[in-house]
């Protein structure tokens, strides 16, 4: 069964770092491209990171040049590294596979909190 579980939330000062992890099983972690997104409060589910299987990727305006997407083959596991965070960053966390087997899935996210 396809499950991806996300971890290492936390509340964090604004300008310190946070790696967020997830752990992807019942795919098959090479071929798929994924994808980080984040959802605050009363706002919409955004995208702000994507990683191509090969391992390109690319980021929303808002965490370019902060926040770096990477993938472990060997240990099916994506990572979102998070430097220099803002309170703005603050909301929860979802790793994302927009195609696998004729689905998309998603993880149940981790809470980010940026905050002094």
């Known amino acids: 069964q396809v499950r991806l579980v996300e971890s290492g939330g936390g509340l964090v000062q604004p300008g310190q770092s946070l790696r967020l992890s997830c752990i992807a099983s019942g795919m098959n972690f090479r071929i798929v491209d994924m994808e980080w997104h984040r959802q605050a409060p009363g706002e919409e589910r955004e995208l702000v990171a994507k990683?191509?299987?090969?391992?390109?990727?690319d980021y929303i305006d808002a965490v370019k040049g902060r926040f770096t997407a990477s993938r472990d083959y060997a240990r099916n596991t994506l990572y979102l590294q998070m430097s220099s965070l803002k309170p703005d960053d603050t909301a929860r966390y979802y790793c994302?596979?927009?195609?696998?087997?004729?689905?998309?899935?998603w993880g149940q996210g981790t809470q980010v909190t940026v905050s002094s």
């Open positions: 990683i191509t299987a090969g391992g390109a990727t």
């Open positions: 994302h596979v927009p195609y696998y087997r004729g689905s998309e899935w």
